[in-house]
């Protein structure tokens, strides 16, 4: 389960913002480094420290590789966690914690299986919660739903992020965080 939520992820990264700004590949993300400065649109290292924040579960709110109230929460939670002067700026040395939590790539690709194309599908997901709860299982209701719904992205940023292509066949790679 957590290594699905983990693909979800990077798909999650590469929804969020890519289409919007600089481009966000694996190897940018995964490769960024910090640097001082406020970015003004998406950016690989914002993307990648709340990849690596939610990771630590200090939750980011919306992983979109930009600067939000939600970011500088998780920033100064996980700062005062670890020590450090919690101001909920990342700086050098918080982005040192940060990265020093995980060792793996924040951004992998992930092989569709055979599994995530069969199913189940929901026909209808009711809007109200209550009307949800008498439902026997919550599922998606078509193909791709999973590439971006359970993740706090939107789901056309998670659909632009793999150029257009539909999860319908299995072996198919798609990229995640």
């Not at 960024?32 to 990849?51: C, M, R």
């Not at 970011?71 to 002067?85: D, E, I, S, T, Y």
């Amino acid at each position: 389960m957590i290594r699905l939520l983990l693909v979800f992820a990077v798909m999650l990264a590469f929804a969020c913002g890519g289409a919007r700004s600089a481009k966000l590949d694996l190897a940018t993300v995964n490769q960024a480094q910090f640097t001082a400065g406020e970015p003004k649109d998406v950016d690989p290292t914002l993307l990648k420290a709340q990849i690596l924040l939610d990771r630590a579960r200090f939750s980011p709110g919306l992983i979109d590789g930009r600067l939000s109230e939600n970011f500088a929460k998780a920033v100064g939670a996980f700062q005062q966690a670890n020590g450090l002067r919690s101001d909920g700026k990342l700086t050098a040395e918080t982005w040192s914690k940060l990265t020093a939590t995980s060792a793996d790539p924040v951004l992998v690709t992930y092989e569709v299986t055979r599994k995530d194309v069969r199913g189940p599908f929901t026909r209808r997901i009711p809007a109200r919660m209550e009307r949800m709860a008498r439902l026997r299982w919550l599922a998606y209701r078509q193909r791709g739903g999973e590439a971006g719904g359970a993740l706090p992205c939107q789901r056309k940023v998670a659909q632009d992020a793999q150029s257009g292509r539909r999860l319908q066949e299995a072996r198919q790679d798609l990229d995640r965080a």
